[in-house]
Structures are given as C-alpha cells and as structure tokens.
C-alpha cells in the first residue's frame, strides 16, 4: 500500500513538471502573426504620427502602442511557429523583447501627456532598435 502511494505521488509530480514545461510555450499564434498583425500595424501607426489633432486619433495610438505591448507579451512565451519556443527560450530574445515593451510602454506615457515630440523620439530610436537588433539575431536562421 505504501509503494503504491509513494508510486502515485511520483507520477503525480512528473506529470506536474512535464505539464509546466510544456505550458510555456503553448501560444496558439506564431511570432511571425503576431509581428504582423500587433507589433507591425502598431509601430506604423506610430511611426506615422506627424499631426495629432484630435483625442479619437491620440486614442488611437494609445491602442497602436497597447498592441505592440500585447505582441511583445505574446512573444516572450514563443509562440506556434517551427522556431518559436526555441528563439524564445534565448536571453537574447528576452531582452529584446523586453527592450522593445519598455520603449513601447514609453510611447504610451508621451501619448497619454500628449507630447508628440516625445513620442517621435521614442519612436524612432527605443522602439526602432529592438526591431532591427532581433531581426539581426533571429530573422534570417
Ligand atoms: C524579440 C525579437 C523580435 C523583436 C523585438 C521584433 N521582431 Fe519582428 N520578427 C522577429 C522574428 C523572429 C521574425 C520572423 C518570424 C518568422 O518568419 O517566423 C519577425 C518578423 C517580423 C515581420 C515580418 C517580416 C516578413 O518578412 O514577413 C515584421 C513586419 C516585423 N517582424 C516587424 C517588427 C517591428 C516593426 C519590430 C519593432 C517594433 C519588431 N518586429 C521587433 C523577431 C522580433
């Protein structure tokens, strides 16, 4: 009776430990979707600010960097793509990633002050970087 309690148990808790492993990297997305529909569409968006003129078009950046956040919160488990959990699993990849929310969590301050030039800047250095050093690392394996 005792070995089979201790026997359970033990399954019990592999079981456990393959489930978690396994449920870091279970995004029904892959990264190359998410770039274009979330991280792509929003950083244009912001990109092309140049005359902001009304709360509906300041709202609406406000969702562009919201989305690259979402996207850059996806990503950092992998994602469904043939790659994807394996890129995620680097600390390259993670701290781009994490480069690319912090810069795009700053265009959400300077949109919510309202203050384009800030948002420009952020733009075109912080949130710009990120792409291209990631893409550098990882696009092309
Ligand atoms: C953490 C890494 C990472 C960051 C940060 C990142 N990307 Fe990507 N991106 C990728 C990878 C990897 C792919 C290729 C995915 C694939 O095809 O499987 C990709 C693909 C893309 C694509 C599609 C390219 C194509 O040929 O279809 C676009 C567009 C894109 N990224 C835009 C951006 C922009 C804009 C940013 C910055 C705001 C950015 N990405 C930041 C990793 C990243």
Known sequence: MRILIIAVL??????????EQKSICTSP???HDVMKALVE???????RAQEV???EQWAELRYAAVSIIAGGDLISHGGAGKNDCDWA??????KENSDMITAAND???AIEKKDLDALSEIG??????????????????
Not at 126 to 140: D, G, M, Q, T, V
Request: aromatic share 10%; glycine share 2%.
């Open 53 to 55: 003129n009304s709360d």
């Open 29 to 31: 997305l892959s990264v």
């Open 10 to 19: 033990f399954s019990l808790i592999t079981s456990c430990a393959i489930a």
């Open 107 to 109: 265009a959400l301050s």
């Open 124 to 141: 075109s250095m912080a949130l710009y970087s990120p792409c291209e050093n990631c893409h550098r690392l990882f696009l092309k394996r």
């Open 89 to 94: 699993a680097t600390t390259e990849w993670q």
């Open 41 to 47: 569409t929003g950083t244009n968006k912001i990109w």
